[in-house]
């Protein structure tokens, strides 16, 4: 058909009306009146032009969708892709909600959102199938990728390696094959939003400028010139990521400080290429497990005790604790399996943890506040067992090399 002919059935199919331009309006009207257009009434402004479009010529009586596909199908596949495209834009819309409204009132309606006429929503429809489309290559790809790396932790080397032969009946197309899929994709993700906020910690505590990440040494060896590096503030926000146990981290040199701070972030930076980039699970469980080596044993071993939140618990309860924390429930059965051993061959107890976020911002307003003194004190002495002169540090002491100036900041 050309496009004389599809030209010809718009004209026909509007001649009554247009009803893309009747459900803007009545969409418009709606919202002045405080409320919210919604799929039922553009569903209602369909049915009634079909009435008014298809009609039996004998007895002027609207046709049922077998009469309609038998003597106007051009038409009547006008009118299903309308319909999809108002069942797509609406069906399942969380904008311009209630709950949309009450934190901005004069905020953008939904009806900013719909096409204005007919052909405003065909040209809709054609980008709305383009991404159906594109979303489906998508699943096709992921499919291809895990049902190469099936049985093994996901890697995009197994394409070479593995590349299947017919994926019609794999796994990877139903309900727990999608779920083993998201479930792998949502290990990788959050990973990515704790490594984004450990650079943004990195950032600070060594007054980056730009992305610490991002590879670029001579910006890096500036930021930890032992010439410009400020023991006072690195010792600040030590305290305030550790609190109470700031005093495992026994840092007596500026070098020793430094030391830290490049494994920090070297090991950061790897595990964000290893996210950022379509690596897969393997990649990250590679740099999970390479990770502690970064580290001097001193520097892993204050951080295996502050992980355990304390002193006096063993090896393996240590490991325990470790392990659940990464992998439990995220990854599932067969990528936990292979975290779990990736992170028992790198011995668990080893692997340093961000400190839990909240805890991190409630740390925060207890040492402005001087709160933190007696947790402090108990843990200085079971942690180091020597009661040698600490250093008060608005209510906290620690064994430090200099006093830790804390100042009350705006949130």
């Not at 299947?164 to 899929?181: K, L, T, V």
């Amino acid at each position: 058909m050309g496009q004389s002919g599809v030209d010809a059935d718009i004209r026909a199919y509007k001649q009554p009306g247009d009803p893309a331009c009747a459900i803007y309006e009545e969409a418009t009207r709606l919202e002045g009146e405080k409320r919210r257009v919604n799929l039922s009434i553009a569903a209602k402004i369909l049915f009634d032009h079909w009435g008014k479009v298809f009609r039996d010529p004998s007895n002027s009586e609207p046709m049922n969708v077998k009469e309609a596909t038998e003597k106007l199908p051009r038409m009547f596949a006008l009118h299903m892709q309308l319909k999809r495209c108002y069942s797509r834009l609406l069906k399942r819309t969380q904008k311009d909600t209630r709950e949309h409204r009450k934190h901005d009132p004069n905020g953008r309606r939904l009806s900013a959102l719909l096409p204005r006429n007919l052909e405003d929503a065909l040209n809709l429809s054609k980008k709305q199938n383009a991404n159906a489309d594109l979303g489906h290559l998508v699943r096709l790809g992921k499919v291809i990728h895990y049902a190469a790396s099936d049985g093994r932790v996901d890697r995009p080397q197994a394409l070479s390696d593995n590349w299947p032969e017919s994926i019609d009946r794999s796994r990877f197309w139903n309900s727990d094959g999608q779920a083993e899929i998201k479930r792998a994709e949502a290990f990788i993700r959050i990973w990515r939003q704790a490594l984004v906020l450990a650079g943004l910690t990195l950032k600070d505590w060594t007054r980056f400028e730009g992305d610490i990440l991002g590879g670029n040494e001579r910006k890096l060896n500036e930021a930890l010139d032992p010439g410009r590096f400020d023991q006072m503030l690195f010792d600040r926000k030590l305290l305030l990521l550790f609190g109470s146990r700031v005093n495992l981290f026994l840092l007596k040199t500026d070098a020793a400080s430094l030391e830290l701070l490049h494994g920090l972030i070297e090991g950061a930076a790897s595990l964000r290429h290893a996210v950022f980039h379509f690596k897969g699970r393997w990649q990250l469980l590679n740099e999970l497990a390479v990770l502690p080596t970064r580290f001097t044993a001193g520097n892993m071993e204050a951080a295996r005790r502050a992980l355990a939140g304390g002193c006096g618990r063993s090896d393996r309860s240590v490991e325990s604790d470790a392990a659940r924390r990464p992998c439990r429930e995220l990854p599932g059965a067969s990528s936990g399996g292979a975290g779990l051993r990736a992170i028992d061959r790198a011995r668990a107890g080893r692997i340093a943890l961000a400190p839990p976020f909240a805890a991190v911002g409630a740390r925060r307003k207890r040492v402005g506040q001087g709160q933190d003194h007696q947790a402090a004190q108990a843990r200085q002495s079971a942690c180091t067992g020597r009661s040698g002169p600490a250093l008060p540090v608005h209510g906290v002491e620690t064994h430090l090399r200099a006093p830790i100036q804390v100042v009350a900041e705006g949130p």
